[in-house]
């Protein structure tokens, strides 16, 4: 890595070729880029693929109201249309990230951007709230299909830290815009336009996400792609496990604490989380191979977005509650409250590059991250005395959040073999949703646990919100206990793995033939 202190080790990538593989083909006809404007085609098509994927995460919420009125759809139906898409779009990343690794991640990204775009204009045959439902659900299967390979194709388009960096924080800063801007557009849209607008304008951004990506990323390399079969038990099993993770929070938040459904979904998570781990660990052909998530660079990076997760979730969650419950603000100045966070993540994304440059790639994600532990502290603390450090809380935890996510991102994906960049990218995203579900989860039931009647009055009595900002401070330093355990422990078992291991059996040569990543050569005589 670029302008790393001499005492500082670098994260050793993944051995991108061993001996008794196939030579790659000639690229001299395709030669890297030099520069983010030599791929500017590329990186046009994969920042409208995080455009579209994050527009479709708030756009719709706006219009449920009217939804509610043209299909007669009750409360229920309107809750399943608008996180349908978050449940399958969070549970299917895995399983679509190991069947990029082993089918082309250019390929599955065509198929995703096509079914995205028909899923997305068949809205307009929508009478129902099971069809709004199952458009939804479609538009998730195609999001999924997307991420996991975006991140994987942003990452091979460069051969420099430099630029891989660069085009990150570029790829992303259109995301947050896409999630930012999402409600506005919705209301304007909805301004002048029926509802199912807000679903039709996915479809010229996902033509102009097919044209990059098509026109602009060279045909998946053979050599690249992983040939081991699918785990069938352990897709389903971990599909199954990040649902649920994923429903718990928000069943929680909506039912509370005293509602046996969400400790049942709970429990669910946790069996169908165990059962995963079984299986993995005992079939020869795992969907996540845990001998690679031992690597310490990956594990180094998978952590830090579990922290980030954790602690993020949180915050958000409570702020919006504290600024209208709490404080009395209208919907509309408590989502202008929240800007600072938005504003920061996007107006910094250009200099993450300079810092990661100075002080080095490790060193700018343990200062990312204690910038977020810092901002967690400082809302418990000092949050309910006055706004302005609520928004001194955003900014600090934005900042440290967009820093750690582009090291973490870059420091999973080096640290991982060629044929595994798909579910590597996976794993980075399903970290951070799953710890966002605990964040909330355990946010929610303290609050619940400590405030007396309805969370969803329309304004809290004097005794509500004293005990409400006691809650606050015991959650959001709970969450920032649980965010630096998780840093400190990273750290300190990637200093212990330095400290033991040799270059020979640091990252085990890579396979393509099924066995897992620290096989021995015998398993394979034929190759």
């Known amino acids: 890595m670029e302008h790393r202190s001499n005492n500082q080790r670098p994260l050793t990538p993944a ?3 061993t001996p ?4 790659s083909p000639d690229t001299s006809a395709h030669p890297r880029p030099r520069s983010l404007r030599g791929a500017w085609l590329a990186l046009l098509g994969l920042s409208a693929v995080f455009l579209i994927e994050m527009l479709d995460t708030s756009v719709l919420n706006v219009a449920l109201p ?11 139906q309107l809750q399943w249309a608008s996180g349908a898409y978050a449940l399958v779009f969070g549970g299917l990343m895995l399983a679509f990230g190991a069947i990029a690794d082993r089918f082309g991640r250019r390929r599955v990204m065509l198929i995703g951007l096509s079914l995205f775009g028909l899923a997305s204009a068949a809205v307009v045959l929508v009478t129902t709230p099971l069809g709004l439902i199952v458009v939804r659900v479609l538009i998730g299967v195609a999001a999924a299909m997307t991420a996991p390979g975006a991140m994987a194709l942003s990452f091979r388009l460069f051969d420099e830290d430099a630029l891989r960096v660069r085009a990150t924080a570029l790829i992303s800063t259109v995301g947050l815009v896409g999630l930012a801007i999402g409600p506005t557009l919705g209301g304007l ?13 996915n479809v010229p951004i996902a033509v102009l996400a097919f044209v990059g990506v098509r026109f602009g990323i060279a045909a998946d390399d053979p050599t690249e792609l992983h040939r081991a079969p699918i785990d069938i038990l352990g897709a389903a099993l971990g599909t199954l496990a990040i649902i649920a993770t994923l429903l718990a929070p928000t069943l929680f938040v909506d039912l509370g604490a005293q509602d046996p459904r969400p400790w049942i979904i709970a429990v669910a998570a946790l069996l169908g989380i165990a059962a995963f781990i079984v299986c993995e660990r005992r079939t020869g052909h795992p969907l996540v191979d845990p001998a690679l998530i031992r690597r310490p660079a990956v594990s180094l ?14 915050l958000g969650y409570t702020v919006t509650l504290q600024l209208q419950l709490a404080w009395g603000w209208p919907p509309a100045l408590a989502a202008l409250g929240s800007l600072p966070q938005v504003l920061t993540m996007i107006l910094i994304g250009p200099f993450v590059d300079t810092v990661i440059r100075r002080v080095g790639m490790e060193s700018a994600g343990r200062l990312g991250a204690g910038a977020v532990v810092a901002g967690l502290v400082l809302y418990a603390a000092v949050g309910h005395v006055h706004y302005v450090w609520i928004a001194a809380s955003l900014v600090l935890v934005a900042a440290g959040m967009r820093v750690v996510m582009i090291a973490a991102t870059i420091s999973v994906m080096k640290g991982l073999p060629k044929d595994r960049t798909s579910i ?16 909330i989860a355990v946010t929610g039931t303290v609050i619940a646990a400590t405030v007396a009647g309805s969370l969803t009055a329309a ?8 005990a409400f900002e006691s809650a606050v401070t015991t959650g959001t330093l709970a969450l920032a206990v649980g965010a630096a355990a998780l840093i400190v422990s990273a750290n300190i078992r990637v200093a212990r793995a330095a400290q033991t291991s040799t270059p020979e059996n640091e990252h085990p040569e890579q396979t393509t033939d099924g066995t897992r990543a620290d096989a021995q050569p015998e398993k394979s005589p034929e190759r």
Not at 428 to 435: C, M, P, V, W
């Open 15 to 17: 051995p991108t070729s």
């Open 20 to 23: 008794n593989r196939t030579a």
């Open 66 to 76: 009217t939804i509610a009125t043209d299909l007669s759809a009750n409360t229920s």
């Open 189 to 201: 849209l909805l301004a002048i336009a029926p509802w199912q607008a807000l679903l039709l304008i």
């Open 301 to 314: 990076g998978l952590t830090y977005q579990a922290a980030l997760g954790l602690a993020t979730a949180g």
């Open 424 to 439: 590597g990218a996976a794993l980075n995203d399903t970290a951070q949703e799953i710890a966002s579900g605990i964040g």
């Open 459 to 466: 304004r809290w009595t004097t005794t509500q919100a004293s």
